[in-house]
């Protein structure tokens, strides 16, 4: 039994020597096809690809189709300063104390939710067309694009109010006529799928290019009208909101140019280069990046920066200093607040002479003229009944110190 038992010990520590080789010789099997894989898939893939990117996503990477990547990395900062500029409304949204300024909050997050979905589905027009793909694409770019112009549209409209009513509908108002306004475009959307994809059959990539700008036509109708109220934002009573309309004009403008470009380069600038198919998904893709960063630059920030800056503190006028305009310390005056009996009470106890200083000075001039100029200085009546104006009087003069007190007919009875 002892002799057994030596013998499987002596048995264990050789198969386990025999076994090793095998194992690494095993190994070095697998890592020779692995690595022999690689190499062709590495000869198969673009330049600029490495382990990990297969088609369909070599589009990413290509360095030979450069408008890829740049249409990358351009959406990718658009992504990165729309979530920042979100944050920052939502973080600041508490110190925002106007109420018109609060209402235009709303409508910004929604504009700033489908700006992100315009950079997220250029990243759709960098992957090899299939059919989920192509649905995809047909679905959401009308109804991303009618979020965007329908919060512009009720941004002209709350301006709009303002500078009539000066008074802004509420936020939640304006953010849900925005959605309501975006949901028509998604019901075209939806039924010309329906009409092409399962009536008819088609396939979801075969549509001509005239279909596809026909089914946005409410979406032009959208940015059209956003442009009408933005004129008509203009011409409001209060000067203060100018600012906000102007941006809102020149976004509008700026889209509709971006708009009649793409549409025509897309219908007819493909097929007069020859480049009808291959060109068409950079065209749209590069339309989606450039509308997107158009609606950060000229709205969403300069919106975000006007909402989110501290209203102008009152300063209060000066009403010593005599280098003012008499005419403003007047209307900055505060003499409206207080009644006329009041006021001219007030008055008279600056300037009321009593009896015994009257007398006073009489019998100080009388002296004077009997006396030679030798004669002792007047005494203390007279000194206290030198005309001196209060601060009441000069803030009625405009500023000015009058040189005599005014003069009353008779003495008034209060």
Known sequence: MEKEHEARHIQNPLCEMASLPLLVLL???????????????????????????VRPYTLLCDLDSIWGVAVESVAA??????????????????????????????????????????????????????????????????????????????????????????????????????????????????????????????????????????????????LLAALTAACLALCGKTHLWRCN???????????????VAWVGFYLYGNAWFGRSPEWNDPALAIALVAQGWLLLIFHAIPESHICLRPPPQPTAPDYFDTSQNSTRLRETSFDEDIPLSHRQFVENQGYEYNDENTAGVRTAAGAGQQKSNTAPRPSAPFRSNVYQPTEMTMILNGGAVPSAPPTYTGRQLW
Do not use: M
């Not at 020779?32 to 330049?47: C, H, I």
């Not at 108002?173 to 075209?188: C, K, M, P, R």
């Open 77 to 222: 900062g658009g992504v990165l300063t729309a979530l920042l500029l979100a944050l920052i409304l939502l973080c600041r949204f508490h110190h925002i104390s106007e109420a018109e300024k609060r209402s235009g909050v709303g409508p910004i997050l929604l504009l700033l939710l489908g700006v992100l979905g315009l950079f997220g589905l250029s990243f759709a027009y960098l992957i090899e067309q299939d059919e989920s793909l192509c649905l995809l694409r047909r679905a959401l770019w009308g109804l991303l694009f009618a979020v965007c112009f329908s919060c512009l549209l009720v941004q002209g409209v709350r301006l709009r109010r303002i500078g009539l009513e000066r008074r802004s509908p509420g936020g939640c108002a304006l953010t849900g006529l925005a959605l309501g306004l975006s949901a028509v475009q998604g019901i075209i959307a939806a039924e010309w799928l329906l009409l092409t994809v399962l009536r008819e059959g088609r396939a979801a990539c075969q549509y001509l290019p005239l279909d596809f700008s026909l089914a946005c036509s409410y979406v032009l109708v959208l």
């Open 27 to 53: 190994l070095l099997t697998v890592a020779r096809g692995a690595t022999g894989q690689d190499s062709e898939n590495s000869e198969a893939l673009p330049r600029g690809c490495g382990w990990g990117f």
């Open 245 to 259: 309309a102007i941006w809102l004009l020149v976004t509008c403008l700026l889209s509709l140019l971006l708009w």
